[in-house]
């Protein structure tokens, strides 16, 4: 085997990630490495599905919690982040798993990519999405098809701040962002599980989730946050739930309107998901969420790891 052992536990929004993943801790004396852009903010526990404490107490937990939810955490700078928290798990002889359903994380991680150091030119961000809201997301997504073809057919139309971002790059450089976006698989032998359940199961399961934040206290979190300095308008506060429930506050929408927007919102997501895990998936193991066999998985990675040393 070239490399040191990674393994990854991926796929959409409830469908058991950290279960498996705190088991696999337990038997093989891993620690996790968390690939959620949510989880990475302090104060947003809740809505973010943030492992509790107990689960916490349980399995080892890195990159989350990392800064307040007014400060960006740049792709680089995740992606970097994790390099240096499994190096830290290698070093002290533990067993990494990265795990989480941000595609972007885990394939920036797991692909290697190289990412463009081009710092955000908040201006032409601004002029950009201003065209965005005037003439539509489809315009934007034309104008970044007439600079990097290949960037547009990666990007949904509707992930205007994707759309943004490549068009920033291609403009600030010279250079399409995909010619930037080189990829060096990393010094790790890689193991990737997916798990995945039926579309409707799991758009059940997930509403049931977010009746159980609501049960939790994600208003009394989202109104925190509001009155704490940290308005609606910042990138974190646009997580599924955070946004929705800031328009219930600030009297745009009524409750219940607004919960079920977060479901819907989150079935979305979910769909987006699935999409990233096809066209990202090469070398994934698909497991069955509801019915996965835990002690099963633990012993063929068990095996896995015994087969390369």
Excluded at 130 to 148: K, P
Aim: proline letters at 6%; glycine letters at 8%; aromatic letters at 6%.
């Amino acid at each position: 085997m070239t490399g040191k052992p990674l393994i990854v536990v991926t796929g959409p929004t409830a469908v058991g990630k950290t279960k498996l993943a705190i088991a696999m801790c337990r038997v093989l004396d891993g620690e996790i490495v968390s690939a959620d852009s949510r989880q990475i903010y302090r104060y947003m526990d809740i809505g973010t599905a943030k492992p509790d404490a107990e689960e916490q107490q349980a399995a080892v937990h890195h990159l989350i919690d990392v800064v307040p939810p007014d400060e960006n955490l740049s792709l680089a700078q995740f992606q970097q982040m994790a390099y240096d928290a499994i190096e830290d798990v290698h070093q002290r002889g533990k067993l990494p798993i990265l795990a989480g359903g941000t595609g972007q994380y885990v394939s920036a991680v797991v692909e290697g990519w190289s990412i463009p150091e081009v710092p955000p030119n908040h201006a032409l961000r601004t002029e950009l999405e201003t065209f965005a809201s005037e003439n539509g997301a489809e315009a934007l997504h034309q104008r970044l098809a007439a600079l990097d073809v290949a960037a547009a057919q990666k990007i949904h139309p509707n992930n205007v701040r994707r759309v943004v971002r490549a068009l920033e790059v291609c403009m600030e450089t010279g250079t399409p962002i995909t010619e930037l976006q080189r990829k060096k698989p990393p010094p790790y032998h890689i193991l990737q599980y997916a798990l995945h359940m039926g579309r409707d199961a799991l758009y059940e399961r997930a509403d049931r989730r977010v009746d159980m934040m609501m049960d939790a206290g994600l208003l009394a979190e989202v109104r925190w946050l509001l009155e704490n300095g940290y308005p609606s308008s910042l990138p974190a506060m646009s997580g599924i739930g955070y946004r929705q429930l800031a328009a219930h506050l600030t009297g745009e929408v009524m409750l219940e309107q607004a919960i079920e927007d977060t479901k819907m919102m989150t079935h979305d997501f979910i769909r987006r998901q699935y999409t990233w895990l096809r066209g990202h998936g090469t070398g994934l193991i698909w497991q069955d969420g509801p019915t996965m066999d835990v002690h099963g998985i633990i012993e063929q990675t068990a095996t896995w790891l015994k087969d390369n040393p």
